[in-house]
């Protein structure tokens, strides 16, 4: 198997920490993890010099052609002249990969590109929430959500911006390589593999002052008690609330509710003890807190749109433990599952 290109177009003048994001999960040499890791590729989308917003020298040896040989095409976030008015050899380049079968993503601004190629039309996605009433005005063809920190519509994937431009790329690295893969590499940036949560918990902060992080303890707390039948009223006396407001500051907090919110990570549990351990289905039925097989199998496939079985045959011989290092237990901790937003 080849190296899957990851071909991103780089603007003058562009945000720095959205440029070196796609650089560190995708540009740094990660085959004793995965071997081919990938190959990324930065395409100057105009002539002349690229230079980052402070100033920053940026060598991208390739052109906007080649956008068109990758396996994914990114669109970095760009200056705010370029959102108003996307180069036209840009947007043309990007809706040709899309007609190619290429997998289309955005990080933060990178969407309006997206959107002036038409690609966003009828879709979900979205931007950095401080663009959001500009974006929407601009391309009200577009289902825009500007309370996420990303969008996975399959073969087009929008992030919101600056940090959550970590969430994508590791997003697709959890798609094409498994969860034990991706968490290895956040291990690795000293990052979280899965934020709770969408931007909307940062964008509030400008009107709101009340914080919510008096969550935390009980979260960690589920976290180890996920193959218990934990329930709300029980969540709620962990954190020392009443239900009703446990409930009020949970979904203000992380924008679903703590059902679903228990489901998600029992699922992400159930993908890394599918990815690294050879435990048959109902033992990861009973860890997980599903119970039995059957139940893990109806939810699993619900949430991932494959079957556990079909899961562990792709991805269980990806995860690959780091060079000298013992594979980290699999324990109420994982924080993983590709879930359509």
Known sequence: MGRHVVAAAILDGAPPFEVATPCEVFGVDRSDIVDPWYELRLCAAGSGPVRTAGGLA??????????????????????????????AELVETVRKAHELGRRIVSICTGAYVL???????????????????????????????????????????????????????????????????????????????????????????????????????????????????????????????????????????????????????????????LETSDEPVEEIARRTGFGTAANLRHHFRRVTSVSPQTYRHVFRHRAAPAPNDEPPPATGNARHVPIGH
């Open 115 to 273: 959107a002036a190629a038409g690609l966003l039309d009828g879709r979900r996605a979205t931007t950095h929430w401080m663009n959001a009433g500009d974006f929407a005005h601009r391309f009200p063809s577009v289902r825009l959500d500007p309370s996420v920190l990303y969008i996975d519509e399959g073969d087009i994937l929008t992030s919101a911006g600056t940090g959550a431009g970590i969430d994508l790329c590791l997003h697709l690295v959890r798609l094409d390589h498994g969860a034990a893969v991706a968490n290895e590499v956040a291990r690795r940036m000293v990052v979280p593999p899965h934020r709770e949560g969408g931007q909307a918990q940062y964008a509030q902060l400008l009107v709101r002052t009340e914080r919510h992080d008096d969550l935390g303890p009980v979260l960690g707390w589920a976290r180890d008690h996920l193959h218990e039948p934990l329930t709300v009223p029980q969540l709620a006396r962990v954190a020392h609330l009443s239900e009703r407001t446990f409930a009020r500051r949970f979904r203000d907090s992380l924008g679903i509710t703590p059902l679903q919110w228990l489901l998600q990570q029992r699922v992400r549990l159930a993908q890394e003890l």
């Open 58 to 87: 940026v060598d991208a040896p390739y052109g906007l052609d080649d956008l068109l040989d990758a396996d994914t095409v990114l669109v970095m976030a760009m200056a705010r002249r370029f959102q108003v008015e996307p180069p």
